[in-house]
């Protein structure tokens, strides 16, 4: 979704996936950033929050009506649904992120 959107462009790719990854994490309840995702990304977690919150916001805010194609695609089955996942209440995330 961030191709769709001009802000997301001057972020480093490396970053960005890092910042996804971390959301993934926490909105599944899968832990949290790991001395060894730090190690190999390069990025602590604090490094990362301001883009996850943007992340988030992004899905939390996205506008329906156009640019429909990557929801409708990450809908299907094949790709096990994400698009249909709830994102997370900001206020839950903030406190995800601090812990």
Known sequence: MTLQEYDYARESPSKLAA???????????LGGWTPTLEYYSGYCSQDL???VKRLNFLLTYQPRDKLKAVH???SQRA??????????????????LKS
Not at 19 to 29: G, H, R
């Open 19 to 29: 910042s996804c990854l971390l959301l993934a994490l926490t909105m599944k309840n």
């Open 72 to 74: 409708t695609k990450y």
């Open 49 to 51: 929050h301001p883009l």
């Open 79 to 96: 790709f096990f649904e994400v698009a249909k996942i709830a994102p997370m209440d900001m206020l839950k995330l903030e406190e995800k």
